[in-house]
């Protein structure tokens, strides 16, 4: 090990690529990490990408901010399986000793985080929300929603090291890429063979193709204001107006009224349009989280008081059911 390892600062971030694509939170990492990078003295962001013949996305790494980037390259890498993705990062976790360490709060990132966490004995604080440098230590504050979104923890991990936090998509701000920018490839050796992972892919059987509500660019949310499941199709013909998507809080889901992919909130997804229309949803905490950082929020309700309009950048009271019909003729110019 080079002996200048330890006292460098790193702060990694872990790129997650399926079938040789890169999910966005991965570079919505990229972005926080050099905020938190301006922060930390002397730190340095670096970047993990496991994996099979994926060299060629490295350069992306690099535009989003990263200055080196370690490449695990192994057939076994090619498709995610818990075991090998563990080892191979766990392995470099132990040998260069990262002081930070992000992952996406994604269905892969959230499986394999806490399988890293526990083979080199740190902590993981999941689902953070903000990401900030703790001025007085020096350390990483990971803030979090606790008590069913009622409170926000923020923790501090003092002794273990890297101080791991998965973050939810959409939640952090897309960094904007430098095109010119380049960094280090370190390509590490990683061995493993086929024979030793037990959970072998047998078949690829696709899911059907899921709503992705995260990263529109322009949301009409349905509340329980809507009353049943019929009302949706006034919203769905807003959103295909304004080349946008419907989503839902969570009463709606419940009810059956939407699939549960299109549930935004602590409990569903984050969100972060540049149009927001919430329609008939009153803006319980639960839902903020998970819409607040859309750019402007038009909120619909027959209650002037209801907690929506704190936080709506434009609000209309009264009923949705004149008033989205009316935005629509507005929208089609009829
Ligand atoms: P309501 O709070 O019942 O609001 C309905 C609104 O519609 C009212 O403001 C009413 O004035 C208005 N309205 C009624 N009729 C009309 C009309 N004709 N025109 C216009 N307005 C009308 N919620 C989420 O959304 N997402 C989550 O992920 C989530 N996770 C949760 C996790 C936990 C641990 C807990 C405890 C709760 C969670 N919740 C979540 C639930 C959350 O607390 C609220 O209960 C929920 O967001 C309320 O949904 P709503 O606004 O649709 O319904």
Redesign the pocket.
Known sequence: MNAEQPTIPRIWVFVEQQEHQVHPVSWELLGAAKRLSADLPGSVVEAVLPGHQVADLAPQAFQYGAARIYLIDNPVLEIYRNLPYAVAVSQLVKEHRPEIFLIGATTLGRDLAGSIATRVGTGLTADCTELSIDPANHILAATRPTF??NLMATILCRRHRPQMATVRPRVLPMPDPAPDATGEVVTVPFDMREEDVPVKRLRLIRAEEQPNIEYAEVIVAG???M?GPEGFALLQELADALGGMVAA????VDAGWMDASR??????KTVRPKLYIA?????????RV?MSGADVILA????PN?P?FQIATMGIV????EVIPALIRQVKGQ
């Not at 549930?263 to 569903?268: F, K, L």
């Not at 329609?279 to 839902?287: M, P, R, W």
């Not at 619909?300 to 209650?303: G, H, L, P, S």
């Not at 009264?318 to 059911?321: F, I, K, R, W």
């Open positions: 069913g979104g509340g329980r204001g009353g809080s969570r009463p709606v549930q935004v909130g602590q409990t569903g329609a008939g949803i009153s803006g319980a905490v639960q839902h998970g619909i309700n027959t209650d209801a929506i009264g009923d949705l059911y």
